[in-house]
């Protein structure tokens, strides 16, 4: 019974919740049918009744045509249902109107609350049509979401195995190009070795054949022989810096000052270099063996390019500039005029070099260490008095907590101690 009775209940549900979309000679005609039955059933407890009640039979017939068919067929059925109450239920009989006082209270009294629930039933129509199209709404954007969902993730998917792909051809080039490297060190090298060697044989054992002039041609071979062997070094330096994996964390200068300095002793000493630190140098958030490069070129270079006849005196410093670091490299070399201060930094330009085997990558590796590790690099100089190079990079954290630091690289080969091995 309950089971059947739910049936009944879910079905009223389904025709009610349709009202509005039925055809509207269907609601009429259900309408009519209501109130035809409402009129059949008082007609036939008329015996019973007699004139009590005239109204009340056609008010539910009324209020059930509101509810399956909407306010209009409510109306209507109203409407139609008042009109067979006066004709045929309320005296006098067979004629429209004319009813007394009491009969007027009980026609008030049953169709003011009649349309109050049409009205009623008409807004909860609209409410729950209101309803039906949010949740719709809903459930047409929840799956238009899981389809866009299913989409990302098949486009993830598709990005992972790309990058997974393009990554092991990364791979696969790096390697190459440390196979290349390697044998270009090897292949170009050999020949020079052989001419160097040969060369110095040639002064050595035929010295007393040759004259001036050839005795001078056999010391620019040499001296071509080191400068094509030291430009191909660096050269692969400057290729090993474009794939080489850069760790960004808090480093303090001094030691990247002091490996420059244990590299460039012989050199310091043969100037009779000044080396001056006025500390105390901020901390930067920069990659160790990186600044080990970049302050070993740049004293090196404060070195080549100070006249003979002068004592180099280089002086490294800090400022804060920005919320970054500037780090300062003072000298009193040769200067640079303002229209060299940029070219100095690209491959293979260089100033008038007192140092004969100078290659021009010092600068430019320089440079490329430096946007590596998110910074910069300048110049500020005049012709004549000296020179201070200046690199910028961030300040280093020292609030507290460490900053994230990218994973420690996979070894990468030095080029340069494999080529210096042939």
Not at 222 to 229: K, L, S, V, Y
Request: contains cysteine; proline residues 5%; aromatic residues 8%.
């Amino acid at each position: 019974m309950k089971e059947t009775a739910d049936r009944i209940a879910s079905r009223l549900e389904r025709l009610s919740a349709n009202a509005s979309e039925r055809n509207w000679l269907w609601r009429y005609s259900f309408s009519s049918l209501l109130v035809i039955v409402a009129f059949a059933i008082r007609q036939s407890l008329e015996p019973i009744l007699h004139e009590a009640l005239p109204f009340t039979f056609f008010v539910t017939s009324s209020t059930l045509a509101a509810y399956f068919g909407g306010a209009g067929p409510g109306f209507f059925a109203l409407f139609l249902g008042w009109l067979l109450a006066d004709y045929f239920f309320v005296p006098p009989i067979g004629s429209l109107g004319g009813f007394g006082k009491a009969d007027f209270i009980s026609l008030v009294s049953t169709l003011g609350p009649s349309l109050f629930v049409i009205i009623i039933i008409q807004l909860l129509h609209r409410a729950r049509h209101n309803a039906r199209t949010e949740i719709e709404n809903r459930k047409r954007v929840e799956t238009e979401l899981i389809i866009a969902k299913e989409q990302l993730e098949s486009i993830n998917a598709k990005l992972e195995w790309r990058v997974a792909e393009r990554t092991a051809d990364l791979e696969k080039s790096v390697k190459f190009l440390d196979n290349f490297c390697y044998s270009i060190a090897h292949d170009l090298r050999a020949p020079l070795r052989a001419m160097q060697g040969f060369t110095a044989m040639l002064e050595e054992d035929y010295t007393r054949y040759l004259d001036k002039e050839g005795n001078e041609c056999g010391q620019r071979i040499i001296q071509a022989c080191q400068r094509m062997d030291k430009l191909i070094l660096d050269l692969l330096e400057y290729g090993r810096l474009n794939h080489q994996r850069v760790q960004l964390e808090d480093v303090g200068l001094d030691n990247a000052i002091q490996h420059a300095r244990s590299k460039l002793e012989q050199k310091i000493a043969d100037r009779n270099a000044t080396l001056l630190i006025k500390s105390p140098l901020t901390p930067v958030r920069a990659d160790a063996a990186l600044l080990n490069l970049v302050f070993y070129h740049l004293i090196d270079n404060a070195l080549k390019f100070t006249p003979l006849n002068c004592q180099p005196r280089i002086e490294i410093s800090t400022e804060e500039m920005d919320g970054n670091i500037r780090i300062l490299v003072r000298d009193n070399g040769i200067g640079i005029d303002p229209q060299y201060q940029q070219r100095i930094f690209r491959l293979f330009e260089t100033l008038r070099p007192i140092n004969p085997a100078e290659t021009g990558v010092g600068l430019a590796l320089v440079m490329k260490a430096a946007e590596r590790m998110n910074g910069r690099v300048g110049v500020s100089s005049e012709q004549g008095k000296g020179s201070t190079f200046w690199i910028e990079l961030p300040k280093a954290d020292r609030a507290g907590k460490a900053l994230p630091t990218e994973p420690k690289p996979r070894a990468i080969p030095d080029l340069k101690q494999r080529a210096t091995a042939i």
